[in-house]
């Protein structure tokens, strides 16, 4: 019989288990220091939702949950919240119930520290993906069997900004905006406190926080781009480089009363050529999903991942 501890996260097994990630992981391979940044070091990580399943001194399975510890934002700590980020099992091991007791003793803790419902993948802000990869096949038939509905699509989306030039229609765009009073530039400090309100009313803690990161890092009039009326106030805004990689997208936003005008179109392209002018070779984000990907298509991102989103209640 095959002699397994369950163990709680520790750091003398790192290698082992990076080892096992990159093995089974197939489409989402991480460095050590990646997985430490993003997993170890976050601050709701909580090693009994970490749990280890070991054999002579080899890690052959993992699961990692989190449930907050630590406010986000207006959010709060969303107390009945919690998620479940990653579950596998070395391929020689699996389907002899490995996966299932990991997965069993990390949604017990959840339900111990007060969760309702678990979320799969979609932990802010440390998120490597929005979901399943639909190519993770045994994954999806896992959860299925344990209670998730996984039917909603998210889709990672690129773009090569070689050969990018504005589209004329969206030059045009501007020059119409412009007679209306209405300007396109990158973040000046004096708008720090419009800005604030406007992603506080439309949008949430989690937009606030990247621009505010962008702030810290002191790259927020490279990566943040307004448009505000005649009257000086904001109308939408878009940002890259959320986390710290010069490609990465968005996200963008315009005013609840004004979408579908056209301003978030023009948006994109303008940050598109920003993005072209600083030498950057193409411009991706990690997740959409609905009428969102239809926008991005016509802009000519390409879809080069597809999720299946889910939860269940416990």
Not at 4 to 28: A, R
Request: net charge neutral; charged share 30%.
């Amino acid at each position: 019989m095959i002699e397994i501890q369950y163990i709680k996260y520790n750091q003398q097994y790192l290698d082992s288990l990076m080892e096992l990630w990159n093995e089974e992981m197939t489409y989402d391979p991480i460095s050590r220091d990646r997985f430490l940044q993003l997993i170890v070091y976050d601050e709701n990580f909580d090693e009994s939702l970490a749990l280890l399943a070991v054999r002579n001194n080899e890690v052959i399975g993992f699961c990692y949950g989190v449930k907050r510890k630590v406010s986000y934002y207006t959010r709060g700590l969303e107390p009945k919240r919690s998620w479940i980020n990653y579950l596998f099992v070395k391929t020689e091991y699996q389907r002899q119930g490995i996966g299932q007791k990991l997965y069993d003793l990390v949604e017990n803790n959840l339900a111990k520290l007060g969760a309702e419902e678990v979320t799969l993948c979609a932990y802010s802000p440390n998120y490597l993906n929005p979901g399943i990869d639909v190519r993770y096949t045994k994954g999806l038939a896992f959860f299925r069997k344990n209670g998730y509905l996984l039917e909603t699509d998210a889709v990672s989306m690129h773009k090569s900004l070689l050969d990018f030039v504005m589209p004329q229609k969206t030059k045009d765009k501007i020059k119409e905006l412009e007679n209306e009073g209405i300007k396109i530039f990158n973040y000046k400090d004096q708008y720090f406190s419009k800005l604030m309100a406007f992603l506080e009313k439309e949008f949430g803690p989690g937009w606030k926080r990247n621009f505010i990161l962008s702030l810290q890092n002191e790259n927020a009039d490279k990566t943040v781009i307004l448009c505000t009326d005649d009257q000086d106030e904001i109308l939408g805004y878009c940002m890259r480089k959320i986390d710290g990689n010069d490609s990465r997208f968005g996200p963008i936003g315009v005013a609840e009363s004004l979408r579908s005008k056209g301003l978030g179109g023009v948006l994109f392209d303008y940050m598109m050529l920003e993005m072209k002018k600083q030498g950057i070779p193409s411009a991706y984000f990690l997740w959409t999903s609905g009428a969102a990907i239809r926008f991005y298509k016509r802009h000519e991102m390409e879809i080069y991942r597809t999720y299946k989103v889910g939860r269940k209640d416990i």
